[in-house]
């Protein structure tokens, strides 16, 4: 089998990003694992020697994201994996939250994941093979209010990742979204930390009650982060693959539950919606085909 060079955004101790390099050591491949703090990696990075490097990068930094990928490719000769896992939530009201803090989500959990892809396909497509794998959420297929904005930037992963996978099939790449569900990661510790900033006093009691349930699931997701990326491992290997996974039960009937719904939705208007075309013209005599 040959050796993989797997390129991670994202690579906080406990969170997904690290998971996925564990496990991409795990069966011999070679990380470059990149992180906006890079000597939190130091001691992890050591144990593996030249099978891992570390980089830092803000993803939201063009440059840096151009100059990791080179320098990635330059030491390992290539990248064979893409992990955009980099990202952040943000919760707020959709009236209430400031424009700042919207377009920064969306700089980081969008724009910053294309400026990666941008980067990398060059060289699979040089290649004539490679692997994408977006994280996107639950929350990407089932928006979540108080999360509306983040949920947006996660609706925008996904139509990009189902058109980026249609582009790119000729050319030997593989493309596929991954929406984990509650895992037990770092990613809800924040919350405690981080009161209500909410300018509308109207939105206040919901937020809280959002703020008090991820403060209450912190440490207690039922999601294993290590389980979750070795399924994606496994979807990967098949053929052909997922064009995406839910990760988690509870994510799984989200999501299912939530398809059928809209459905069904859309099933029950069918007149209406088949009703908005022109009439068919019918044929007269004249235009008679006997």
């Known amino acids: ?163 980026l996978r249609d582009e790119v099939a000729p050319l030997g790449i593989r493309v596929m979204a991954v929406e984990p569900g509650a895992f037990r990661t770092r990613a809800y510790a924040g919350f405690t930390d981080e009161p209500v900033a909410e300018s509308i006093a109207d939105y206040r009691p919901m937020l809280e009650q959002v703020r008090t349930a991820m403060i209450e699931q912190d440490g207690a997701q039922p999601g294993d982060p290590q389980r979750g990326v070795r399924a994606v491992i496994a979807a990967m290997a098949e053929d052909p693959p997922p064009r995406r996974l839910v990760l988690g039960s509870g994510g799984f009937d989200t999501v299912v539950a939530t398809l059928e719904d809209s459905l069904a939705d859309i099933r029950g208007r069918e007149a209406l919606s088949r009703g908005a075309d022109f009439p068919p013209a019918s044929l007269s005599p004249r235009q008679s085909p006997i």
């Open 1 to 163: 089998m040959t050796t993989k060079t797997w390129f991670i955004t994202g690579g906080t101790p406990g969170g997904f990003g690290m998971a996925y390099a564990d496990a991409a050591l795990e069966i011999d491949d070679r990380v470059v694992l990149t992180a906006r703090r890079p000597e939190e990696l130091e001691t992890w990075a050591r144990a593996y020697g030249d099978r891992v490097l570390v980089l830092p990068l803000d993803v939201t930094d063009a440059e840096q994201v151009q100059n990791a990928v080179r320098k990635a490719e330059e030491h390992f000769g290539s990248i064979d994996v893409l992990v955009n896992n980099a990202g952040r939530g943000w919760y707020g009201s959709i009236e209430g939250m400031a424009d700042a803090e919207v377009r920064a989500m969306f700089e980081l959990n969008f724009f910053a994941l294309l400026s990666v892809i941008r980067a990398a396909l060059p060289g699979m497509r040089a290649g004539g093979s490679g692997w994408i794998v977006n994280m996107s959420s639950v929350a990407g297929l089932r928006g979540v209010a108080g999360f509306g904005y983040y949920s947006a930037t996660k609706f925008a992963v996904e139509a990009v990742t189902d058109l």
